[in-house]
């Protein structure tokens, strides 16, 4: 606390990142981080790109990126727009587009980045309960008599569920509600869900936000970008052209195009995290875990015998971190991130000699 804040600094509760410790050896499956690399193209192309251009702005525009983006998702450059960072890219949405007189509406149970964000900004919000099966149900979002959503906005697969709506149910949420934003988070979709950005051409209040974060691995270069209609795409640039000029920095900029470029390599990538995440369902099942249906690159899961800040205490001391969330609802499962094969191997080895202990 400070007499120098502002009004606004001391009313803030921060979004609090799962931690990122400084230990060797450690199996990391805390933070929805690709196990394997970003594509060596991509690498090759941020290497390329050091150099004496450096000294230089980036393309405040983004045009290259965007065009890249462009062409692999079947939109015109002016349905693009890019930020550092999907989260970036969502702050400017909620400024831009999320805030009106009626609500913002997202579900009890989602990215807790959604309530910072609403604080920062003063967008009033209602949280919409998830079903008994931890679900999103798509009648819970449609006007319901005279109370209509303000916005709306919840990831596809919903975090930390992993639980996909499939994409006729984000259809009767958008058309259900002509007169709002409707804003898909597809952090996690190309780990086994179908993009929302098929639907953006029919439906000019539909906003689909992606990240290289995932499923590109790329979460240290900070690249996020949403498509939609070229008037909410405007929307997001009056924002971000009063407030940062210059999101993405060159060595991002040629890193992004490079691995969207390189589709064999995502396909081939995200392909892998899928098959290991089965295997990991199959043997915490055979642990007695009971795991929700996930189609990201993590589940969330709960032993009915076991409390999970125990378990996640116990990984802990074996070197394994997890993600835990003290919540109303969620507080006896564990989300966990899909590491490698030798990684899910070592968890669930740990965790048979945890249940036995
Ligand atoms: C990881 C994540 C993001 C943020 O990704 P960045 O692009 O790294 O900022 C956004 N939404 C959800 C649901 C996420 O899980």
Redesign the pocket.
């Known amino acids: 606390m400070s007499r120098f804040w502002s009004a606004v600094v001391h009313g803030l509760t921060p979004y609090v990142p799962g931690e990122q410790p400084k230990i060797d050896n450690l199996v990391k499956l805390n933070t929805?981080e690709h196990p394997y690399g970003p594509s060596p193209r991509a690498l090759e192309a941020i290497r390329s790109a050091t150099n004496d251009s450096l000294r230089l702005y980036p393309d405040p525009n983004a045009d290259a990126l965007k065009a890249a983006l462009a062409q692999r998702h079947g939109v015109q450059p002016t349905q693009i727009f890019v930020g550092n960072?999907?989260?970036?890219v969502?702050a400017h949405a909620f400024m831009a587009l999320l805030d009106h007189e009626r609500p913002l509406w997202f579900p009890d149970i989602t990215?807790s980045?959604y309530p910072v964000y609403c604080g920062l900004y003063g967008v009033a919000h209602k949280t919409i309960p998830l079903t008994e099966d931890y679900a999103i149900r798509a009648d819970d979002y449609l006007p319901q008599g005279h109370d209509k959503a303000g916005a709306i906005i919840f990831?596809n697969p919903n975090?930390p569920t992993g639980c996909l709506l499939p994409l006729a149910e984000i259809e009767r949420i958008v058309a259900g509600n002509p007169d709002a934003v409707v804003l898909v988070?597809e952090?996690?979709v190309d780990f086994g869900g179908e993009s929302a950005i098929a639907l953006v051409n029919q439906y000019p209040n539909l906003l689909v936000v992606h990240?290289?974060?995932?499923s590109r691995s790329l979460?240290g270069l900070?690249v996020?970008f949403a498509v939609g209609h070229p008037a909410l795409i405007e929307g997001l640039e009056r924002v971000k052209n009063s407030f940062n000029s210059y999101p993405l920095d060159r060595l991002a900029l040629a890193g992004a195009v490079a691995s969207v470029e390189d589709e064999d390599y995502f396909q081939d990538s995200c392909r892998k995290v899928i098959a290991t995440r089965e295997q990991l369902v199959a043997d915490l099942a055979t642990l007695g875990f009971e795991v929700l249906p996930s189609a990201a690159n993590f589940i969330f899961t709960r032993h009915p015998q076991h409390d999970a800040a125990t378990l996640a205490a116990a990984l802990r001391q074996r070197a394994i971190i997890v993600r835990h969330f003290k919540l109303a609802r969620i507080d006896q499962f564990l989300r966990i991130t899909i590491g490698t094969d030798a990684q899910c191997a070592v968890l669930v080895a740990a965790l048979k000699e945890i249940l036995a202990a």
């Open positions: 929805n960072g999907s989260d970036e969502l990215y980045f990831p975090a988070d952090a996690y990240t290289f974060s995932k979460a900070r996020g």
